[in-house]
T-cell receptor, first 121, second 110 residues
Framework: NAGVTQTPKFQVLKTGQSMTLQCAQD?????MSWYRQDPGMGLRLIHY???????DQGEVPNGYNVSRSTTEDFPLRLLSAAPSQTSVYFC????????????????????FGPGTRLTVL | LAKTTQPISMDSYEGQEVNITCSHN???????ITWYQQFPSQGPRFIIQ???TKVTNEVASLFIPADRKSSTLSLPRVSLSDTAVYYC???????????FGGGTRVLVKP
């Protein structure tokens, strides 16, 4: 298993350019997510998907689009890059497991990719 | 989602036990506690997860008191390679959105 893979590893864009960050997982996970991490900060959720054809917004969705046409892939599109989008972007996939923690509940474990370091000039 | 509070940083020495306490005063009945580890230039990695009492795996132990308003991650006999940022998260069961705080930066010295 390759786990969660992301391409490219590094990218430099000019303001106004668009691009797509690729994310793929080979673990047959239903859930996939995109996060951004600014220097010295924790991760913030951009968009997530609970399955093919279903996406939803996270904490900081503005300026980003996602789609989920297959279980394996979850690309993140920057529509018109801005310097404020300079960050490290992490993709994650998750499985849910029914556990004894909460009656009828499920718990999640997320697996993260290596990240894409994006600089917008 | 319950807010978490944890120390910004901790220093330790090789071979010592490191305990990181996380406060989550408004944890809800259906919430569980999860810890992630992040090395520089890498994505976070799941360490351990629990709901109450004590959970132990090959990497760490997680202690949760009866009131569940705090939890303590225990790393036994740390090595230099345990230098990382450790995040405490409180998530609703079946939730699929993780909320990361600032984490605790642990520095292990020789």
């Amino acid at each position: 298993n390759a786990g969660v893979t992301q391409t490219p590893k590094f990218q430099v864009l000019k303001t106004g350019q668009s691009m797509t960050l690729q994310c793929a997982q080979d673990m047959n996970h239903e859930y996939m997510s995109w996060y951004r991490q600014d220097p010295g900060m924790g991760l913030r959720l951009i968009h997530y998907s609970v399955g093919a054809g279903i996406t939803d917004q996270g904490e900081v969705p503005n300026g980003y689009n996602v789609s989920r046409s297959t279980t394996e892939d979850f690309p993140l599109r920057l529509l018109s890059a801005a310097p404020s989008q300079t960050s490290v972007y992490f993709c994650a996939s998750s499985y849910s497991s029914r556990s004894g923690f909460v009656a009828g509940g499920e718990t999640m474990v997320q697996f993260f990719g290596p990240g894409t370091r994006l600089t917008v000039l | 989602l319950a807010k978490t509070t944890q120390p910004i940083s901790m220093d330790s020495y090789e071979g010592q036990e490191v305990n990181i306490t996380c406060s989550h005063n408004n944890i809800a009945t259906n919430d569980y506690i999860t810890w992630y580890q992040q090395f520089p230039s890498q994505g976070p990695r799941f360490i351990i997860q629990g709901y109450k009492t004590k959970v132990t795996n090959e990497v760490a132990s997680l202690f949760i008191p009866a009131d569940r308003k705090s939890s303590t991650l225990s790393l036994p006999r740390v090595s230099l390679s345990d230098t990382a940022v450790y995040y405490c998260l409180v998530e609703e069961a079946a939730g699929n959105k993780l909320t990361f705080g600032g984490g605790t930066r642990v520095l292990v010295k020789p």
